[in-house]
């Protein structure tokens, strides 16, 4: 009977002892300086390596571009995408941390004050030169902010996904 039981035990011991446990990773808050274009300073021109790096919790990593997909980290639970192939930043408007100065939602009329005169205008968008690159804000049927896209490169290089 103690040979069955120590045998018993030993199987269950097995299968139990494979088990490990898995954490679950954590990313600091997110905080966008949109003057100085970067997101605790992770850069546009960042890696992907940087970036999981300092937000472990992404859902996507894409490394390679493909004719139909662009390579970048994204985190579209927290509203913002790291688009590394084309150095810039994508921000949503369900995007969760914190944004200085905070455009979101900001009424286009009121921008020249912070931000100037856009080099390009569009009736969706305007295109700002900036000391790092381009900032690009789309506003809605409402003229507010909805979406924001930091660039390194120029109006004239920039070359953005899906677009």
Known sequence: MKILLLFFITIMSAFTGKAQLKTTPVC???SVDILDGNVNKIYAKSTWGEI???FPCYTQLIEKDSASVCAGVFYPD????FYTDRDYIEIHDN???KM???LLGVNRNSLFATLGYPKIKDVTWDAFQTEYGTLIL???KAGKI???QISSKSTDTIKLCGQ
């Not at 927290?78 to 995408?81: A, D, H, L, N, S």
């Open 95 to 97: 995007f969760k941390g």
């Open 28 to 30: 600091p808050p997110f």
């Open 78 to 81: 927290k509203g913002i995408y």
């Open 138 to 140: 789309y506003y809605d």
């Open 100 to 102: 200085v100065p905070h």
């Open 146 to 148: 909805n979406k924001i």
């Open 52 to 54: 999981t790096n300092q």
